[in-house]
């Protein structure tokens, strides 16, 4: 997955590279006069296609000026590669151009021309490019001289126009058109015969590929079908390869990473996206997870941002990323990961309470510090220092929670608010929480008891501070002892740090977030109360729906066992995430909360990565590890049939049914657990001898439960106070048992 060819170029769709060595291939196209070599989906590209993660098969369809095209990239194998450029009509005036070129190393900068469809690119490594048609070419010195040259006369000159470094060739697209291109040691010769053989082949090797690419796991079916795929192209069109640091990573969108000079990471953006990666690949998740860990500031803290043309050394963003580094080894262990990243993790954790408590409180305020100007090519950052970085620091740029607070300078040259904010102390004491565990795990039990206290500690300040009785809520507040009455989402973020006592946590629900007044409704969850009046904006934080915000309150929600309203914020998601998925395969960065449109404002990106949280949402409902308590299958809340299948967790692979007739969980194309009637397994835990979970039903009712794959032939069965003694058939146990919506723990031990 992390060489070979694969869309690394963040510049467009339409190219194909091959990494470590950074050989281009890539499709323009010449029309109206002009020669078009850039498509991203704000620039030409009408429906994003099929991608998968490694490269093996990709799709895209352009509208050029009211043209359609579809362009098709197969690989044969991790060194070869064949496409397809297609015309959906024979159009005038339409011509493909295609590129060959190393645009990332200079070492390969000498190209030669075979004949009118192969030409030959000399370096560390032979490569060639063939086309199926009889084409025009011509050789430049880039890419910017080709454009001049056919801007002014339309044809390619069959000539070399400067220093060989770069080859295009062209043909009129009234048809189909194939091209194929290989790299390799080999001989000059034996790759250009190679490529020949692979045109031949092109058909073949293409229609294969998008076969394959329909049996890539894992799958959804059912009432859900496809919300996956919708999971996989985001996060597959955005993989890239960033040449500066020779390492894949994977941005918010391709082009925030080309307009900020090649790549861009932001700080939370991209721990949400490593648990994005987590579904599908747990190299690729980790290595995402390490790329923003590996831009940690001097400091010691994961900047806002991280960029060629600089990072962020003021400021910060949420913390985040202890949370979801520890729900990714809790969904694929890596004991070797967490030793590496519990370091910079702590030292980030320190450099909070030391530099954004500055009425030291013991609670925290976002802030901001001394930086440098950033300048990349689309933009100059020169906020360090003013309340535009505070606001970047927490996620929310323009947010209403913050439109009346100004900046206090405090020690060590920062300047934070004069608000005490909830959402920031809620995932501060949430980290706190996670490196405990963490800390225990990789066998550091002091650091775990020093974290457990801090904890404690955070969660008695919180419900002193900032608990609003006469609200029922936790509220931001000023610095003079007012409470803020702008209600955010964030305020609900202490039930996923798990600092809320139970009658609290209710009211919170009945009282704010069930309110349709304030936050429910057909789409949420609403970055601000409907009832304030910022709402009406729906520009950006001022209103609109943001997905890592609905994860973060789903999240608490489980945790607090709150799994009915759970679920409705996730099929309430889910139904946001498909409304434009399914009509323009976008994924947007945010939503309008009335409407549900994403294209409705064009600073929402239509492919941005962690708006597949809301496709990844429901899919957590029926299958997730949960890090306060263990596996999780099923949910009795649903109506209709979904399965998901094929999702690897811990290196073995899992199926689950779910329907109105009941829930069935494979491990391994074993069947582990079946019931006769929908329902949620939770802190399910299985070893040699036994096997142990909780589970729960939307009514009381009495269900039949079968537990197989036992390789024993004498089971003692608890269920709550009652003992059974039992025997395997064909290695399962049927048992029926009366059970409610508040659970009930089963354990079944050999004996």
């Known amino acids: 997955m992390y060489e070979g060819w694969n869309t690394w170029n963040p510049e467009t769709m339409a190219s194909y590279v091959f990494m470590p060595d950074g050989i281009e291939v890539r499709v323009a196209l010449l029309s109206?006069?002009?020669?078009?070599?850039?498509?991203?989906?704000?620039?030409?590209?009408?429906?994003?296609?099929?991608?998968?993660?490694?490269?093996?098969?990709?799709?895209v369809m352009l509208n050029v000026h009211g043209k359609r095209v579809v362009i098709e990239f197969a690989r044969k194998d991790n060194n070869s590669i064949v496409g397809r450029v297609k015309p959906l009509e024979a159009y005038k005036n339409l011509d493909a151009i295609f590129i060959f070129h190393n645009p990332y190393r200079s070492e390969y900068g000498s190209i030669k021309i075979l004949n009118d469809r192969t030409c030959m690119l000399s370096g560390p490594l032979n490569a060639c490019l063939t086309l199926s048609e009889s084409s025009r070419w011509g050789i430049f010195p880039h890419i910017g001289s080709a454009h001049a040259y056919l801007s002014l006369h339309k044809v390619l000159p069959n000539k070399i126009c400067g220093l060989p470094y770069i080859a295009l060739f062209q043909n009129q697209l009234k048809k189909e058109l194939f091209f194929s291109s290989s790299c390799s040691s080999s001989s000059e010769f034996e790759i250009a015969e190679q490529c020949k053989?692979?045109?031949?082949?092109?058909?073949?090797?293409?229609?294969?590929?998008?076969?394959?690419?329909?049996?890539?796991?894992?799958?959804?079916?059912?009432?859900?079908?496809?919300?996956?795929?919708?999971?996989?192209?985001?996060?597959?069109?955005?993989?890239?390869?960033?040449?500066?640091?020779?390492?894949?990573?994977c941005p918010v969108s391709r082009n925030w990473a080309y307009d900020w000079g090649g790549w861009v990471l932001f700080d939370w953006d991209t721990f949400f996206t490593a648990l994005l990666a987590s579904f599908f690949n747990k190299d690729l998740a980790y290595k995402i997870a390490?790329?923003?860990?590996?831009?940690?500031?001097e400091e010691g803290f994961v900047p806002n941002y991280s960029s060629p043309s600089g990072k962020t050394i003021d400021r910060s963003q949420p913390p985040v990323g202890s949370y979801c580094i520890l729900k990714l080894h809790k969904i694929h262990p890596n004991h070797e990961f967490l030793k590496e990243a519990y370091p910079k993790l702590k030292r980030w954790h320190t450099w909070w309470i030391k530099n954004r408590d500055c009425n030291k409180d013991g609670l925290l305020e976002w802030g901001t510090g001394r930086g440098k100007v950033v300048r990349a090519p689309a933009f100059t950052d020169s906020s360090a220092g003013t309340l535009a970085a505070a606001l970047f620091e927490s996620g929310l740029d323009n947010s209403p929670m913050y439109d009346d607070v100004s900046l206090i300078e405090c020690r060590n040259d920062c300047k934070v608010m004069n608000l005490t904010d909830v959402g920031l102390n809620a995932l501060y004491a949430l980290d706190s929480w996670a490196l405990s565990i963490i800390s225990k795990e990789i066998g550091i039990s002091s650091d775990s008891e020093v974290f457990e206290e801090e904890y404690e500690d955070l969660k008695r300040k919180m419900n002193n501070?900032?608990?609003?009785?006469?609200?029922?809520?936790?509220?931001?507040?000023?610095?003079?002892?007012?409470?803020?009455?702008?209600?955010?989402?964030?305020?609900?973020?202490?039930?996923?740090a798990g600092i809320v006592p139970l009658e609290k946590a209710r009211r919170m629900i009945k009282e704010h977030l069930l309110d349709e007044k304030e936050f429910w409704g057909e789409y949420v969850i609403p970055s601000v109360s409907r009832n304030h009046s910022s709402f009406e904006d729906q520009e950006y934080w001022r209103g609109r729906i943001w997905a890592p915000m609905n994860y973060l309150v789903a999240e608490g929600l489980r945790r607090y066992g709150f799994y009915d309203?759970?679920?409705?914020?996730?099929?309430?998601?889910?139904?946001?995430?498909?409304?434009?998925?399914?009509?323009?395969?976008?994924?947007?960065?945010?939503?309008?909360?009335?409407?549900?449109?994403?294209?409705?404002?064009?600073?929402s990106e239509p492919v941005y990565t962690w708006g597949a949280l809301l496709g990844y949402l429901p899919i957590q409902e029926i299958v997730d590890v949960e890090i306060w308590g263990g596996f999780k299958f099923g949910t009795p809340y649903m109506e209709g049939d979904v399965s998901v299948e094929g999702y690897n967790i811990g290196g073995n692979l899992y199926d689950i049914y779910l329907s109105n007739n009941g829930l069935k969980v494979l491990e391994n194309g074993k069947e582990i657990l079946k019931s006769n009637t929908p329902l949620l397994v939770r802190n399910y835990k299985r070893s040699e001898d036994s096997v142990e979970f909780n589970v729960i039903s939307?009514?009381?009712?009495?269900?039949?439960?079968?537990?197989?794959?036992?390789?024993?032939?004498?089971?003692?069965?608890?269920?709550?106070?009652?003992?059974?003694?039992?025997?395997?058939?064909?290695?399962?146990?049927?048992?029926?048992?009366?059970?409610?919506?508040?659970?009930?723990d089963i354990k079944i031990l050999r004996v």
């Open 32 to 59: 109206e006069g002009m020669m078009l070599s850039r498509f991203t989906w704000k620039d030409y590209v009408k429906v994003v296609g099929p991608h998968s993660l490694n490269g093996r098969y990709s799709k």
């Open 698 to 744: 939307s009514e009381e009712k009495v269900i039949t439960l079968v537990i197989g794959n036992l390789e024993g032939s004498s089971y003692e069965v608890r269920t709550g106070s009652k003992i059974m003694k039992m025997k395997t058939k064909e290695g399962k146990i049927s048992i029926q048992i009366p059970i409610t919506p508040k659970g009930l």
């Open 290 to 297: 390490a790329s923003i860990l590996d831009e940690v500031t």
């Open 465 to 496: 501070v900032l608990w609003c009785e006469e609200l029922g809520i936790y509220l931001n507040k000023y610095w003079n002892g007012e409470f803020s009455r702008v209600l955010s989402p964030t305020l609900f973020y202490p039930l996923l």
């Open 565 to 603: 309203v759970s679920f409705s914020v996730s099929e309430k998601s889910l139904k946001l995430f498909l409304k434009e998925w399914r009509e323009e395969t976008h994924v947007h960065e945010n939503y309008n909360a009335t409407s549900g449109e994403g294209d409705d404002v064009i600073s």
């Open 197 to 249: 053989s692979l045109i031949k082949e092109a058909r073949i090797i293409l229609e294969e590929a998008a076969e394959s690419y329909k049996e890539e796991t894992p799958n959804v079916k059912g009432l859900w079908e496809g919300i996956e795929e919708g999971v996989r192209r985001a996060l597959a069109w955005n993989i890239i390869w960033d040449a500066e640091k020779n390492r894949i990573i």
